[in-house]
C-alpha cells in the first residue's frame, strides 16, 4: 500500500482556481494509476478524475470536464488536480488515490486500492 498526502486545498470565490497536489511515498510510483475522488457532507463519494500509470489517459466524470485537469509528475512522485472555474457544488473534501501497479482500469472508485486523507475545497457564491 502507498501513503498518499494531499495538500492545496481551500477557500476560493466561485470562479476562482485551485491546484491541488497528491505526494505518493514508495518508489514505485510512475506504475500506479492515479485518481481524484471528493465527498460533499451528506453525499456518496464521487469519482471525478484520473490519470493512467503511463501517463496518457485521463478520466474525467462529466460535472468537471472542461473545467479540472489531472496531470502527473512521475520524478516528484506527484499527482495534480488543477480546479478552475469553481463552482459552490464543488464544495467538498478530495482525496487522492492509487491503483495497485500496472492495472489495466482506472476510471471507477474500486479500480484503486490506497487513499489519502483528503484536503478540504470550499467554494464560496
Known amino acids: 500500500q502507498v501513503l498518499l498526502v494531499e495538500s492545496g486545498g481551500g477557500l476560493v470565490q466561485a470562479g476562482g482556481s485551485l491546484r491541488l497536489s497528491c505526494a505518493a511515498s514508495g518508489r514505485t510510483f510512475s506504475s500506479y494509476n492515479m485518481g481524484w475522488s471528493r465527498q460533499a457532507p451528506g453525499k456518496e463519494r464521487q469519482f471525478i478524475a484520473a490519470?493512467?500509470?503511463?501517463?496518457?489517459?485521463?478520466y474525467y466524470t462529466d460535472s468537471v470536464k472542461g473545467r479540472f485537469t489531472i496531470s502527473r509528475d512521475n520524478a516528484k512522485n506527484t499527482v495534480y488536480l488543477q480546479m478552475n472555474s469553481l463552482k459552490p457544488e464543488d464544495t467538498a473534501v478530495y482525496s487522492c488515490a492509487a491503483s495497485t501497479p500496472y492495472r489495466y482500469t482506472w476510471n471507477k472508485l474500486t479500480d484503486f486500492a490506497s487513499w489519502g486523507q483528503g484536503t478540504q475545497v470550499t467554494v464560496s457564491s
Open positions: 490519470i493512467s500509470w503511463r501517463g496518457g489517459n485521463t
